[in-house]
C-alpha cells in the first residue's frame, strides 16, 4: 500500500514541490500580511492585505506555471481534474503538496509572530456558516471561470493569466474578506486551522471551493462546447 502511495509522488515530484512552494508563500505572504497588519494597527488596511493575496498568486502563477500548471489550490486541482485536462494520478500529490506548504507556512508564523490574528485562519462572520458558505461558492466559482478563461482556453490573449487570476483573488478579498476571509482555497483555510487549532466552521471552505470551482468547470464547458473550442 505504501508503495502504491509513494509511486505517484515519485513520478511528478518536481510539479508537487512547485505546488508545495507556491502555496507555502501564498499563505505566508497573504496570511503574514493580515498578522503584520494587526502588529502595526492596521498599517497594511484591509486593501493593502487584499492586494498581497492577489499579488503573490499572480507572482507564483508566473514563477511556477510553466512547472506545474500554478495551480495553488486544491479546488483548483479537482476542477482541472473533472475537466479532463489534469490527470488523475496527479491530483492526490498536488492537494497533498499544497496543504503541507500551507501548514508549513502558518506554522513559520507561528513560531515568528506567536499567535497573532488567529494567524489569518478563515471563519465566517459572526458564526453565519450559510452566509459564508454561499459566498465561498460563488467567490470560487468566478475565481475557477477565470482560470479557465485565461489560463487554459487557447482562444485567450498570451500571459495574461497571471494577471488576470491575481486581480481575481485581489478584488475578491477586497470585497468579501471581511465577511468570509475570501478563501477561495482549501489548503490556504487549512494552514492557519490546522496550526492554531481553529476549527470552526472549518468545513465551510472544503466544501465551498470545491463546489464553486466544480460549477465554474460546468459552466465553461458549455460556453466552450464540451471543451471542443479549447482543445482545438
Not at 479546488?75 to 506548504?101: E, H, M, N, R
Not at 468579501?176 to 490556504?188: D, F, H
Amino acid at each position: 500500500m505504501r508503495k502504491a502511495l509513494r509511486k505517484p509522488f515519485l513520478h511528478c515530484w518536481q510539479e508537487a514541490l512547485a505546488e508545495g512552494i507556491s502555496a507555502f508563500a501564498l499563505v505566508f505572504a497573504g496570511t503574514g500580511a493580515i498578522i503584520v497588519n494587526r502588529v502595526t494597527d492596521g498599517a497594511l488596511t484591509h486593501l493593502g492585505v487584499s492586494f498581497v493575496f492577489g499579488a503573490v498568486v499572480a507572482a507564483m502563477i508566473y514563477a511556477t506555471g510553466h512547472i506545474s500548471d500554478a495551480h495553488i489550490n486544491p479546488a483548483v486541482t479537482l476542477g482541472f481534474w473533472a475537466s479532463g485536462f489534469f490527470p488523475g494520478s496527479k491530483v492526490l500529490p498536488y492537494i497533498v503538496a499544497q496543504c503541507t506548504g500551507a501548514i508549513a507556512a502558518s506554522t513559520l508564523l507561528l513560531l515568528t509572530f506567536g499567535f497573532t490574528a488567529n494567524l489569518g485562519a478563515t471563519l465566517p462572520l459572526n458564526g453565519n456558516w450559510l452566509q459564508s458558505l454561499i459566498l465561498e461558492t460563488v467567490l470560487t466559482f468566478i475565481l475557477m471561470f477565470v482560470i479557465l478563461g485565461s489560463g487554459l482556453d487557447r482562444r485567450a490573449p498570451i500571459g495574461f493569466a497571471g494577471l488576470a487570476i491575481g486581480l481575481t483573488v485581489g478584488l475578491e478579498a477586497a470585497c468579501m474578506g471581511p465577511i468570509t476571509g475570501a478563501s477561495m482555497n482549501p489548503a490556504r483555510s487549512l494552514g492557519p486551522a490546522l496550526v492554531g487549532g481553529i476549527w470552526q466552521h472549518h468545513w465551510v471552505y472544503w466544501v465551498a471551493p470545491i463546489a464553486g470551482a466544480q460549477l465554474a468547470v460546468m459552466a465553461y464547458r458549455h460556453l466552450s462546447r464540451g471543451f471542443r473550442d479549447i482543445r482545438e
